[in-house]
């Protein structure tokens, strides 16, 4: 956040009345005896028990829970233990038994237009039937599932039939490369992948067989892949191994009935790997009860869902936020989701604001880095079109720069819908800091902590910082969608995110001002995790990218200001003796980072140096080279080399 943007804490937007008067929270403070926000987030702290006993309450349970948190093991937390669940009882089942099951569940539109609807009977059919597929392919309980799909109806349906047998599923999203998938099954062990022939973006195909194929030959457990037929290119079919999904959806033994897994509140839901500080992405687990309960409380109060509503999360479903609030929150909740195959801005910049004219979207949930984009195509293009179906907007992935904020406001949401700037994380399965629509908001803020959660500001010895001081943002008690460990290194989980004095505090990586009104201000990561248009990237991964390389002897990687992704990979490297740094070499290691982690880590810039600021004990000072970069003062470099 900019000094322009803290000067901006004056800055107020009000709810209308009617927004204030419809809103799911002022019901439900009203049946509390609340008349404001600060008193019943106090309760919801004090009482925190029974207000998490009451919002699970919400949802169905096979058998009932004993106890709601259990914190004898901290920081290895359980929730709701003893109860009986699957998300997909209360994602799809529940709603068979009422009128939504002839509700529509998802709206589909492909890049070239064609439409698909899925009402939540249509969902469940799918998914009972690739359930059973699964179980004939010999998909046990507890098992882990790798998925690499594009953005396709299919991708939530995969992940849903996981879920009901009781499988994890481990999503990998479909703008990684064949290293990362590899990586990624091997350490989930699966045995199976579902995958597709290809995915459409901005009317190009990617050859997701073909990068699935790359992964497989060095993926010794995988012994079965289901192929989705998306774009018709021919592509290798591995006899043995690989099948068509449609074949095998019109078999027999994909029956229209399954019966939901019973299992454990505190079963594994799903892993989904996110960058950390060191080269080996994080295999984050969430579980069915507490994660159900956190997303669905979040997502109903937030998002203040109701059953007109037309809700578009433009997120890709392989991230925690489609995971969270495009296939599983939603769902729980009974709403109609509208989900988009494309780009932004293809074929013209107008093609979301079209989208809103024709479903007449009443919700858009989107990164900043979409909204910087968009705007930089100016006001013409939504302009052109009838957005007055909107109600609420919402940001989530990266700070938002209050221009980008007052554009969405003013010019998207025509002057009257609240912009619910979440602050979460693959970590923390669900908002955390949020608005709600009864909130007054203030641009570039996320405002306050959600209900149940307790959030702070403190400095490195755990005291809470000065208003307007910088310092870390920590979470001071655990709750229900929280990660409960890392895939095979509880160690780690423990070490990353709770190793702290005093003990006791979920440190996110993040650093933050509170101000004197209690709104948070999120800065920006304080690790070694750089976010590029919303992506999480850890500077290590790109790093050991380049120096697999064979002209790089040592790399370094760090952010930059960029004006639509919010920030830019720049490299630095060492070359080894003998090799020139050139355009061309410098052009080929982009590539080549690209090649090796995907597309969205593509730097701006690869620099040739002698030498790299390091510690004396060898570690690269990348503060130092963004303090160069920035041709700003260096700070404390005692430590450096000399
Ligand atoms: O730095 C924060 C930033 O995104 C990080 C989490 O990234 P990831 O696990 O990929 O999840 C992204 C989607 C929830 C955080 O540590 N971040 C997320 N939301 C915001 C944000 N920074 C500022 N404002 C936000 N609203």
Redesign the pocket.
Same mark, same amino acid.
């Given at each position: 956040m900019t000094d322009d943007a803290r000067q901006q804490t004056q800055e107020v937007y009000y709810p209308t009345e009617s927004i204030v008067e419809q809103a799911n929270i002022t019901a439900y403070m009203r049946s509390k005896g609340f008349s404001n926000w600060d008193d019943l987030h106090r309760w919801s702290l004090d009482q925190s028990d029974t207000f998490w006993d009451e919002m699970a309450q919400r949802l169905g349970w096979y058998a009932p829970y004993t106890q709601i948190l259990d914190d004898s093991k901290k920081p290895f937390f359980t929730w709701f233990t003893g109860g009986k669940t699957n998300i997909v009882h209360n994602a799809i089942d529940r709603h068979m038994s009422t009128w939504r099951r002839n509700k529509l569940a998802f709206i589909w539109e492909g890049e070239d237009g064609t439409v698909r609807n899925f009402s939540y009977a249509d969902v469940n059919r799918e998914v009972s039937k690739l359930a059973n597929v699964l179980k004939a392919m010999g998909v046990q309980k507890g098992d882990i599932v790798s998925i690499y799909l594009p953005r396709v109806p299919e991708l939530p349906f995969a992940m849903l039939a996981c879920a009901k047998i009781g499988a994890a599923h481990s999503v990998i999203y479909g703008g990684f490369s064949h290293e990362a998938l590899r990586d990624r099954i091997a350490d989930a062990q699966s045995k199976v992948l579902i995958t597709a022939d290809g995915g459409y973006m901005r009317n190009k195909v990617i050859e997701l067989k073909k990068i699935a194929d790359d992964a497989m030959s060095s993926s010794p457990t995988i012994q079965t892949a289901i192929v989705l037929k998306r774009t018709g290119h021919a592509v290798d079919m591995h006899v043995g191994r690989d099948y068509w999904w449609h074949d095998l959806m019109a078999l027999p033994i994909a029956s229209e009935r399954c019966e939901t897994e019973v299992v454990d509140a505190e079963h594994p839901l799903f892993i989904l790997y996110?960058s950390g500080s060191t080269g080996k992405p994080k295999g984050v687990v969430h579980t069915h009860g507490g994660y159900s309960v956190g997303i669905a409380t979040t997502f109903h109060f937030t998002f203040d869902i109701k059953d007109h509503d037309i809700y578009w999360c433009a997120a890709d479903p392989g991230?925690?936020?489609g995971h969270s609030y495009i296939v599983y929150a939603p769902l729980i909740e009974g709403a109609t989701s509208f989900i988009y195959e494309g780009a932004p801005n293809y074929p013209y910049p107008n093609r979301w604001w079209q989208i809103v004219e024709r479903y007449k979207i009443s919700i858009l949930y989107t990164a900043p880095t979409a909204i910087r984009g968009l705007m930089r195509f100016g006001d013409a293009w939504p302009k052109r079109h009838d957005l007055s179906s909107l109600r609420l907007l919402g940001?989530? &992935?990266?700070?938002?720069n209050p221009e980008a904020w007052r554009w969405y406001y003013d010019i998207i949401g025509g002057g009257n819908c609240p912009i619910m700037?979440?602050?979460?994380?693959?970590?923390?399965g669900g908002f955390m800091?949020t608005p709600n629509p009864t909130t007054p908001l203030k641009p570039g803020s996320?405002t306050k902590a959600f209900l149940g959660i307790e959030m702070d500001v403190v400095d490195e010895h755990g005291n809470r910082t000065a208003d307007n001081a910088d310092g870390l943002l920590v979470a001071k008690r655990p709750w229900p969608s929280i990660m409960r460990t890392i895939l095979h290194d509880a160690e780690r989980y423990a070490n990353s995110y709770w190793n702290n004095e005093p003990v006791g505090l979920y440190t996110?990586?993040?650093s933050a001002r509170r101000d004197k009104d209690g709104y948070f201000w999120?800065i920006?990561?304080i690790d070694d995790?750089i976010?590029v248009s &919303?992506?999480?990237l850890g500077t290590a991964e790109i790093e050991s990218a380049l120096v697999s390389h064979p002209a790089v002897a040592e790399a370094a990687a760090i952010g930059l200001p960029h004006e639509i992704k919010g920030t830019g990979i720049h490299c630095f490297v060492i070359l080894r003796s003998g090799i020139e740094g050139s355009d061309k070499l410098s052009e080929e290691l982009r590539t080549h980072v690209a090649k090796e982690l995907g597309p969205i880590t593509k730097p701006e810039a690869v620099s040739f140096m002698a030498a790299l600021p390091k510690t004396r004990s060898g570690k690269i000072m990348r503060r130092v080279l963004k303090a160069q970069a920035l041709g700003q003062d260096l700070g404390d470099i005692s430590t450096l080399e000399g």
């Open positions: 996110t991230w925690i936020t940001s989530v &992935g990266e700070p938002i700037d979440t602050w979460w994380q693959t970590e923390t800091i996320g996110a990586g993040d999120v920006g990561r995790v976010k &919303g992506y999480r």
